[in-house]
């Protein structure tokens, strides 16, 4: 996508028979950036939020990008926050997608991002089996409780490592925090909501002799790392 036209700077002040010693007009304000089409589809039928607020107009020393900016704002409705949050999550999980999941009554709700190609494991140690625990791992800074804290407990047995969390009310085990990976998660690719997964890709997992299979398996102690 081409880069938006600057406006040339104002004109230097000159003196003559037909100024008559003033100054040049200031040029005007450059026009809005038009927004996409996607942007105008999107936004049909849907009351328009609110614009921010001057004092939330983002003061950042940005140089020449600075109205650049603001326009994005402007244009998108947004705080400075909020705007740099969409920055940051653009590079941080620069080729993932943020999937959204929970349990099954509602009262777990979660954010992942991670690849729309989802590499699942399908483990056969004694508890994964009886509670079909197929999952994929993540970093624990990419994973988010949006809500139900209060709704969770927690089971362990064996070498307490693993914490399988699930829902007091439905039971639904939606994630939890497997042993292999103790710095980050396993989600049930089943309690994401749907639209955010391209392909699933299912490797089985010797779970009955766990320590052999962990220490053999050339990958997944790397998957919860950044």
């Given at each position: 996508?081409?880069?938006?036209?600057?406006?040339?700077?104002?004109?230097?002040?000159?003196?003559?028979?037909?100024?008559?010693?003033?100054?040049?007009?200031?040029?005007?304000?450059?026009?809005?950036?038009?927004?996409?089409?996607?942007?105008?589809?999107?936004?049909?039928?849907?009351?328009?939020?609110?614009?921010?607020?001057?004092?939330?107009?983002?003061a950042l020393a940005l140089g020449?990008?600075?109205?650049?900016?603001?326009?994005?704002?402007?244009?998108?409705?947004v705080s400075c926050e909020e705007?740099?949050?969409?920055?940051?999550?653009?590079?941080?999980?620069?080729?993932?997608?943020?999937?959204?999941?929970?349990?099954?009554?509602?009262?777990?709700?979660?954010?992942?991002?991670?690849?729309?190609?989802?590499?699942?494991?399908?483990?056969?140690?004694?508890i994964c089996v009886k509670k079909?625990?197929?999952?994929?791992?993540?970093?624990?800074?990419?994973?988010?409780?949006?809500?139900?804290?209060?709704?969770?407990?927690?089971?362990?047995?064996?070498?307490?490592?693993?914490?399988?969390?699930?829902?007091?009310?439905?039971?639904?085990?939606?994630?939890?925090?497997?042993?292999?990976?103790?710095?980050?998660?396993?989600?049930?690719?089943?309690?994401?909501?749907?639209?955010?997964?391209?392909?699933?890709?299912?490797?089985?997992?010797?779970?009955?002799?766990?320590?052999?299979?962990?220490?053999?398996?050339?990958?997944?102690?790397?998957?919860?790392?950044?």
């Open positions: 996508m081409g880069k938006a036209k600057r406006t040339p700077a104002a004109a230097a002040t000159r003196k003559g028979p037909q100024s008559g010693g003033r100054k040049a007009p200031a040029p005007p304000p450059p026009a809005p950036i038009p927004s996409s089409p996607r942007d105008r589809a999107s936004s049909k039928g849907k009351a328009a939020p609110a614009a921010p607020a001057p004092e939330e107009l983002c020449a990008q600075k109205e650049r900016w603001l326009q994005f704002q402007k244009r998108q409705r705007a740099a949050r969409l920055l940051l999550d653009t590079f941080e999980y620069q080729g993932l997608v943020k999937h959204t999941g929970g349990c099954h009554c509602g009262a777990v709700r979660f954010e992942v991002w991670a690849s729309a190609d989802l590499h699942v494991f399908d483990c056969n140690c004694s079909q625990n197929k999952h994929f791992i993540v970093p624990a800074s990419h994973f988010k409780l949006l809500k139900g804290a209060d709704s969770l407990t927690t089971y362990t047995f064996n070498t307490h490592c693993a914490q399988h969390t699930f829902c007091k009310t439905c039971g639904v085990q939606s994630f939890y925090t497997p042993r292999s990976n103790p710095d980050g998660y396993g989600i049930a690719p089943h309690c994401l909501d749907e639209g955010t997964v391209s392909s699933v890709t299912i490797e089985a997992i010797n779970g009955k002799e766990w320590e052999k299979a962990v220490k053999g398996h050339p990958t997944i102690r790397s998957m919860s790392k950044e």
